[in-house]
């Protein structure tokens, strides 16, 4: 039996979730489709329907290239359907559910794939806890972060790129609008994201357009001010000179792009010896007022509780290229004349295995940097102290490790989803996982019950919530390659911070 939610678009009708006491809506448009002339503009509102709309099935993932082998292995996609018109959410509420919490749940997929439906997504476990889960499909590659001077005189501010986001800050609206009909509090809102989401909550703990729509955001494996707010986000007028429509697509202008079918768009981004675009955000003065570093260094954040942490093993399931040359090169754009002082930390540049094992883990290194960086430049403008954490399980079945992503499976409750052989203990771990998140929405911190006692981390006491076998926090030793990192996107190796 079905059970039927009036929005302001229309009136939806979910199904019960394999949990009787579960409601699950899937599919229900937050914007309008960006197709057509809408390719490559701001989300539009939805259009109203009459009638009941069933909201039975997901909607389709934004067009993407999707990842091969052990990606594929972890991450089964059996069914997937992909299509610009993509902007669709999904709701699991408790039955006769009233003001209750709400998670929104950003995916990740390093701004290229993904979608909010993945195998490990499933807002039951939150539902039985008395916790609403949004997830949502955004525009991911060139769908959601092309920049070009054609889109930008198109556009009243003055500005392209960075739909993606905007996208996510529409899937907001639409909480905050519509999710009291379905025993939400529009006030008791937070937002979760992993790698490229968690990136994304960053930025949107950095944007006006979002001030207001949550008051707990969580940064899993990403955000921070490191990775996506180093040299890599550009301004808008560098990121427009770096555009070329005729190396990523093959055409000379915007309106020969938005006649390309998506297929053939996804086709061309197959090749990966092209170039022309990058899937990143932009400061533009607009949506972002400046870059991501620029803004936690001059505090212009929302002042709400923040949550950030890392995995143990973060790339340990990638096979890296080792190229001495090119990593050294990297280490001098980015760190200038500071370049020789890091350099004389890596100790692995003599032997292609040890630089090997070393790409292994750099991106935990950075990770982990941000994430120390942030809860540094919550203290340094007196706001509330992060939550930091560090899931150190290392999931049965090979020698992967905590891997990048590894954790969502036990933050969902989808252990049995995975073709790994879990114990006892890791449904355990899942279950105070999930207690935590869902205590976080509630009410903004995460402690209650027989947990372990989980306290903010202060320069006073540093200390990192670890979620592992033997949970509980710890002061984790911060090695030098770490520290240098943390104190370079701190700017403590200039005598002054710049201001916006």
Do not use: K
């Amino acid at each position: 039996m079905g059970h039927e939610v009036r929005t302001r678009y229309g009136t939806v009708e979910g199904l019960p979730g394999s949990d009787p006491t579960v409601r699950v809506f899937r599919g229900i448009p937050y914007a309008a489709p960006p197709v057509g002339p809408l390719r490559w503009r701001p989300p539009q509102r939805p259009g109203s329907w009459t009638g009941v709309r069933p909201a039975h099935t997901f909607g389709p993932g934004c067009p993407q290239v999707l990842p091969v082998g052990l990606l594929a292995r972890e991450v089964p996609r059996d069914g997937l359907e992909l299509a610009e018109d993509c902007l669709y959410l999904n709701v699991w509420t408790p039955q006769n559910a009233a003001g209750a919490p709400v998670l929104v749940w950003v995916h990740g997929g390093a701004n290229v794939t993904g979608y909010g439906h993945e195998a490990f997504v499933d807002g039951e476990a939150f539902a039985r806890r008395g916790v609403i889960l949004v997830s949502f499909n955004w525009r991911v590659n060139i769908f959601g972060w092309l920049n070009h001077p054609e889109l930008s005189a198109e556009s009243s501010a003055g500005v392209s790129g960075n739909y993606a986001i905007r996208d996510q800050v529409a899937a907001l609206t639409w909480v905050h609008e519509n999710i009291a009909a379905f025993g939400g509090d529009p006030d008791r809102v937070t937002v979760v994201g992993e790698s490229a989401g968690a990136s994304s909550v960053q930025l949107l703990s950095m944007t006006p357009a979002a001030e207001g729509l949550f008051r707990t955001a969580v940064m899993q494996s990403g955000g921070g001010i490191d990775l996506f707010s180093s040299a890599m986000v550009q301004r808008l007028e560098r990121a427009e000179r770096s555009t070329s429509l005729e190396l990523a697509l093959g055409v000379t202008s915007i309106e020969e792009a938005r006649r390309l079918p998506a297929a053939t768009i996804v086709d061309r981004l197959r090749d990966t010896t092209l170039t022309g675009y990058a899937p990143l955000p932009v400061a533009d003065g607009h949506l972002l007022p400046g870059t991501m570093r620029d803004l936690a260094l001059a505090g212009r954040f929302h002042d709400i509780t923040y949550v950030i942490g890392t995995m143990s093993d973060e790339t340990g399931m990638y096979e890296p290229v080792v190229d001495r040359e090119a990593f050294v090169a990297e280490q001098r754009a980015e760190y200038g004349d500071l370049a020789d002082d890091y350099l004389r930390l890596c100790d692995f540049l003599e032997d292609d295995a040890a630089l090997a094992a070393h790409l292994r883990v750099r991106s935990g290194e950075l990770l982990r940097a941000g994430a120390l960086g942030w809860a540094e430049i919550l203290e340094r403008h007196g706001r509330r102290p992060a939550y930091v954490y560090r899931f150190s399980r290392a999931l049965p079945g090979d020698d992967l490790g905590s891997y990048h992503s590894g954790e969502l499976w036990y933050l969902f409750g989808t252990l049995a989803r995975n073709w790994r052989p879990f114990t006892g203990a890791d449904h355990e771990l899942s279950t105070l996982m999930t207690d935590a998140w869902a205590a976080l929405a509630s009410s903004g911190d995460p402690n209650g019950g027989d947990r372990p006692v989980w306290l903010p981390w202060t320069r006073a006491t540093p200390l990192t919530y670890d979620l592992g076998l033997r949970p509980g926090l710890r002061e984790l030793p911060v090695p030098p390659r770490v520290a240098f990192r943390r104190d370079f996107v701190l700017d403590r190796h200039r005598p002054e911070t710049p201001v916006l």
